[in-house]
């Protein structure tokens, strides 16, 4: 039962990673119906260990554009856009190290809870559902992942500060912060998913050493269950992202958020 539901937890995390509904606030949700058999310590080890399964999604979708060499008549090129975008994603990914790494124990004590999670989803939903009405008519000046400047990529990283939050959405604090910053939608959502390899791979390494490489049979069978189905999860929701933006906005998101947050505040209160 327990292969069953990492695989069930392991679909929800492949969907709403991605999406910028905040997976943190479904999987409180997740954990209230579809509670695994292991020690509390594993459960929040495994929570962010499974996006290695997501990440892995985006490296396979994303391969011709992330990766930095070309080999043609066996001969490697390097390809220096590529190099470029990577060292603005570096620059991006400064602001979550420092605030981040020496406040990880203190988020998880203080914010990792369901009144935190369900007021972030409300506020972000307001703040998505305004900024598209107010950006509606406006002409984004970013509309290659490439044109990001180093300056605009730090200030995606600052916004990517916001989603240490539980229940804010990394994708979801970026893709505003793109937005707001003059990129358009595609755009925010590609640079997300460049940032999400370094940032949710240092998160998992960090999760890794602070817990240690002492595992159980099961608790390895439940990892790779949960890893391979938000992997194949992955697939299809990054797609379903990519082709939504280019011809629609985030007000659905928005909407959906502000319901989530309701119902985890109900939920938890009737409960």
Same mark, same amino acid.
């Given at each position: 039962?327990?292969?069953?539901? %990492?695989?069930?937890?392991?679909?929800?995390?492949?969907?709403?990673?991605?999406?910028? !509904?905040?997976?943190?606030?479904?999987?409180?949700? !997740?954990?209230?119906?579809?509670?695994?058999?292991?020690?509390?310590?594993?459960?929040?080890?495994?929570?962010?260990?499974?996006?290695?399964?997501?990440?892995?999604?985006?490296?396979?979708?994303?391969?011709?554009?992330?990766?930095?060499?070309?080999?043609?008549?066996?001969?490697?090129?390097?390809?220096?856009?590529?190099?470029?975008?990577?060292?603005?994603?570096?620059?991006?990914?400064?602001?979550?190290?420092?605030?981040?790494?020496?406040?990880?124990?203190?988020?998880?004590?203080?914010?990792?809870?369901?009144?935190?999670?369900?007021?972030?989803?409300?506020?972000?939903?307001?703040?998505?559902?305004?900024?598209?009405?107010? $950006?509606?008519?406006?002409?984004?000046? !970013?509309?290659?992942?490439?044109?990001?400047?180093?300056?605009?990529?730090?200030?995606?990283?600052?916004?990517?500060?916001?989603?240490?939050?539980?229940?804010? #959405?990394?994708?979801?604090?970026?893709?505003?912060? $793109?937005?707001?910053?003059?990129?358009?939608?595609?755009?925010?959502?590609?640079?997300?998913?460049?940032?999400?390899?370094?940032?949710?791979?240092?998160? #998992?390494?960090?999760?890794?050493?602070?817990?240690?490489?002492?595992?159980?049979?099961?608790?390895? %069978?439940?990892?790779?269950?949960?890893?391979?189905?938000?992997?194949?999860? #992955?697939?299809?929701?990054?797609?379903?992202?990519?082709?939504?933006?280019?011809?629609?906005?985030?007000?659905?998101?928005?909407?959906?958020?502000?319901?989530?947050?309701?119902?985890?505040?109900?939920?938890?209160?009737?409960?």
């Amino acid at each position: 039962m327990d292969l069953i539901k %990492a695989v069930i937890i392991g679909i929800v995390e492949g969907i709403t990673e991605w999406l910028p !509904v905040s997976s943190t606030g479904h999987m409180i949700l !997740v954990n209230e119906f579809v509670k695994l058999n292991v020690s509390e310590e594993f459960w929040k080890f495994f929570l962010v260990v499974i996006q290695l399964g997501a990440i892995l999604a985006v490296v396979v979708l994303f391969w011709n554009k992330i990766f930095p060499f070309s080999f043609k008549k066996g001969e490697p090129i390097i390809r220096k856009d590529v190099w470029m975008t990577w060292f603005k994603v570096i620059v991006a990914i400064i602001p979550a190290t420092v605030v981040g790494i020496p406040l990880d124990d203190w988020m998880d004590e203080h914010f990792y809870n369901y009144k935190v999670v369900a007021i972030t989803l409300i506020l972000y939903g307001i703040w998505f559902l305004f900024l598209e009405k107010k $950006g509606k008519h406006e002409k984004y000046r !970013v509309q290659k992942v490439e044109d990001i400047s180093f300056k605009t990529a730090f200030g995606i990283g600052l916004f990517q500060v916001l989603s240490l939050i539980p229940g804010t #959405s990394r994708s979801g604090s970026t893709i505003i912060g $793109g937005m707001m910053l003059g990129t358009s939608r595609p755009v925010a959502a590609e640079f997300t998913f460049w940032l999400s390899i370094p940032v949710m791979a240092g998160a #998992s390494l960090l999760k890794l050493l602070k817990f240690g490489f002492h595992f159980t049979g099961t608790e390895l %069978a439940i990892l790779g269950a949960g890893c391979i189905s938000a992997f194949l999860v #992955s697939l299809a929701s990054i797609r379903f992202l990519m082709s939504y933006v280019r011809s629609h906005d985030f007000r659905v998101f928005g909407a959906y958020r502000i319901i989530l947050g309701a119902v985890v505040l109900l939920y938890f209160y009737i409960r």
